[in-house]
């Protein structure tokens, strides 16, 4: 019924950038009216899953220690989009990449906790 939709993972030098892209649709447009939050995580392989950043429908942000003054998130509430542009990137920000959203009012009712699938970003030294 709503899927989460990854894209822009890759390979990249340490120091270069990478910008996510995550798209929440229904299976009937127009079914999503609106998402609390939408976020990032990833999982980096032997490691748990981590926050890297979440976006509120308001505009407050959260972000990882680790990322701060690098990854930037943003939304687009009209388009159920939210997007992670991430600069200065190092080896240890390898992982598979997690979009993330919660509390989704939609035309089948409220949803909790989707995941996409996920992209890999592999950042070489």
């Known amino acids: 019924q709503v899927q989460l939709v990854e894209s822009g993972g890759g390979v990249v030098q340490a120091g270069g950038s990478l910008r996510l892209s995550c798209a929440a649709s229904?299976?009937?447009?127009?079914?999503?009216?609106?998402?609390?939050?939408m976020g990032w995580y990833r999982q980096a392989p032997g490691k748990q899953r981590e926050l890297v950043a979440r976006i509120f429908s308001g505009g407050s942000t959260n972000y990882a220690d680790s990322v701060k003054g690098r990854f930037t998130i943003s939304r687009d509430n009209a388009k159920n989009l939210v997007y992670l542009q991430m600069n200065s990137l190092k080896p240890e920000d390898t992982a598979v990449y997690y979009c993330n959203a919660d509390s989704l009012s939609t035309g089948w009712g409220i949803m909790y906790d989707l995941w996409g699938q996920g992209t890999q970003v592999t950042v070489s030294s």
């Open positions: 229904g299976s009937i447009s127009g079914s999503i009216f609106s998402i609390n939050a």
